[in-house]
């Protein structure tokens, strides 16, 4: 078999004719113009805590201001009704719908030892808590750098407990998915949960050792070494706090791009609030209130008293921002009660003051042990376990700005509360997002799975048996030019344009990906873009199994992008039982701008399209002409000795028979050594109307073993064939 002189030529082929693909649903591209956008607003309605379940759109009302809103839209989604062992169901749920809970480690206001006990806690509550269908995160607060992701929202749990054990210093981890699916963010070595901490010991050992004499005038005093160490700690705690808020207030911003109400389950010990709205302790004003009589101002901290306005404000600004982006915080203290129960000022720690407020404000609870967190995980997941998604279509300008709604029910509906989002942010242009908020976006439409958007594409993969015990699968992408490119600003610069590719099993787990960003010199192939486009050749390696792989191209420049997601199944060639894999269609040499991915196995397996030794390039969406003949090629595993026939049928995509159509098996090269049998075969299409066929193949042996593939083209109008030969 021929090994990879094959690249050489894919680099050079060039598309000089234009695409014959079905048009794709189109995403709108917003402007800076008003616009009219689609806001989904998920909505859970409880009495006595349950969920309140049978209503319809007709028992809403949606405000924007004053202005009562049309419902454009109205799903519902009730898991109670979602059977666990059903992935495609779960698949399709709208991502608005479905609950997201990031699992966010304070490594800043939090111990090693709590923090220990605290990834514990966090693993506990996957086991059997979580609906298929919800999706988790993982996340750290890490002084030196801020909020950061380790792993986007995903319904693996398996990665999930990965994540949460590299916030382990002795396992130093590098993310390789850009995406945050199948990986964590870089090491969290340099800090190991206790930066904060040291930190606080170096400033105490530096301060320590002075002594500050303040004179007032009229009265001496000497204030003492204590006083103003204290007052230097709360100093460098009020700065570590503004940082925190101002660090979280960001995060927020970005978790705004994810659709849906976020529960944000926020493990820490907690920042003493009194830093920003002044203590509370009845001792410590009294003292301080006994000065203010004595005239002894030099006791009296005015911040410690009435708290720092500036602190303050940032605080209020995060809350805010969590509120605005739809963010819960379950705040849980991993410090633990600190005292006896029966003390309740003592049992509850400065850290936990802070830790109420957020919960408080953004309106989730505070929990002081990790029994407490188990048990009210089930009443939650319980509480939002029936979901009312409405759709409006607002006038908004396209400049970001955040529109507050209200949620109304119609009628007296007998104590019944709404939960609702407070408001929505208007779109705005790509180039304006963080690369955060690029990520989420972009990891949350390959979790969604749902195919559309400008860019037209279209994906091949299929699987080959190769030593090990994974299989080889290619995976061709072909991508329209002009869809690419359109709105690139200029001609003549270098459009990125970015290639992301997951294969996903049934539980949403990744099993393997690769991504590449193209540099697309306008200048050299603007031309040879617009009259045609890209083919992308990339590889994976995947176990046995039923997977789904998708594929997500987009215009680094612009923003815009298009999905497509292919079913694949991979056999189990190490068992031996024959395979057929579905027909390849060979397309002319010359018909497009090849690019291979940068990684790709060359020279590692034999190329995998040959037709008599020679290689050729597949269709990823072959189409074809009414009553015309085509060669094919077949390619299967173990199908036996002797003489092969085959049959065709053609479907429609909603599984009505088209015609039979003529298949003939004109050649055939016997497998070596384990490879495959490669045969050649002539089909007539039967007549058909415009529009996407399935081709099914069955090739039946000497011994009337039969076995049979499935494989999707299209029918141009005007009867223009784009593959074949």
Known sequence: MQSFPWAVRLLTAVLCVSLALPAAAQDRRFSESTDVVVVEVPVQVLRDGKPVRGLTAAD???????????????????????????????????????????????????????????????????????HPSDLVAVAAFVPSRGPEFLLGFTTDHQQVEAAIDRLSPVQPWIAADPLLLASSAPSLEDDGGSAGARTRAVERADLEGQGITVTQPGRSATVSSAMAVERSEREAARSRLTAFTRAL????????????????????????????????????????????????????????????????????????????????????????????????????????????LMANSTGGEL????????????????????????????????????????????????????????????PKPFAQRSATEKMLQTAGQMVSGMEG??????????????????????????????????????????????????????????????????????????????????????????????YSVRVLVRNGQTGASGMRVASLEVPAFAKGAPVLL????????????????????????????????????????????????????LVGYGLGAGRLTAQAMVMTTDGREAGAGTLEIVGREEAAGGGPDRLTAAFRTPRLQPGEYLLLVTVTNAQGAAETSVAPFVVAAGGVASAGR
């Open 60 to 130: 809403f009302e949606v405000y924007q201001g004053r202005n009562r809103q049309a419902i454009t839209g109205f799903e519902v989604l009730d898991l109670a009704a979602i059977p666990a062992d059903k992935p495609e169901a779960v698949r399709r749920l709208p991502m608005s719908a479905r609950r997201h809970f990031v699992l966010m480690f304070d490594l800043g206001f939090s111990s090693p030892v709590a923090m220990t006990k605290a990834r514990q806690a966090a693993k506990n509550i996957l086991h059997g808590s979580f």
């Open 249 to 356: 207030a960001a995060f927020a911003n970005a978790l705004a791009s994810v659709d849906g109400r976020k529960q944000v389950l926020f493990l820490s010990e907690g920042f003493d609030s009194s830093l920003a709205m002044g203590t509370v302790d009845e001792a410590e004003i009294l003292d301080m209130n006994v000065s203010s009589i004595l005239g002894e101002s030099w006791n009296i901290d005015n911040d410690k008293r009435y708290g720092n306005t500036k602190a303050g404000s940032d605080l209020e600004k995060m809350v805010e921002a969590l509120r605005r982006a739809d963010c819960v915080i379950q705040a849980v203290d991993i410090g633990g009660v600190r005292a006896s129960a029966d003390d309740l000022r003592a049992a509850r720690s400065k850290g936990a003051d802070g830790l109420f």
């Open 367 to 426: 929990y002081q042990n990790y029994n407490d967190l188990a048990g009210a995980m089930e009443k939650m997941l319980e509480r939002t376990s029936v979901t009312y998604v409405l759709s409006i279509q607002p006038d908004v300008r396209n400049d970001g700005e955040y529109h507050k709604i209200r949620v109304e029910l119609k009628g007296d509906r007998d104590g019944a509360r709404v939960v609702y989002r407070s408001g929505y942010y208007a």
């Open 453 to 546: 958007g400008p860019v037209n594409l279209s994906v091949l993969a299929a699987p080959f048996k190769v030593p090990g015990d994974k299989a080889y699968v290619p995976v061709l992408i072909e991508i329209d030019g002009a869809t690419l490119t359109a709105g690139a600003a200029g001609s003549q610069g270098k459009l990125p344009a970015e290639v992301y590719v997951y294969a996903m099993d049934g539980t949403g787990a990744v099993r393997d990906f690769f991504t590449q960003t193209m540099a697309l010199d306008l200048a050299k192939v603007g031309a040879a873009l617009q009259g045609g486009g890209v083919k992308f050749f990339g590889d994976l390696d995947l176990p046995p199994g039923s």
């Open 582 to 633: 579905p027909a390849f269609f060979p397309e002319p040499a010359g018909r497009w701008l090849m690019v291979r991915e940068a990684k790709l196995r060359q020279g590692e397996v034999p190329y995998p399209f040959l037709d008599k030794e020679q290689p050729y390039i597949p269709a990823s969406r072959p189409a074809l002409a009414p009553e015309k003949e085509v060669r094919l090629s």
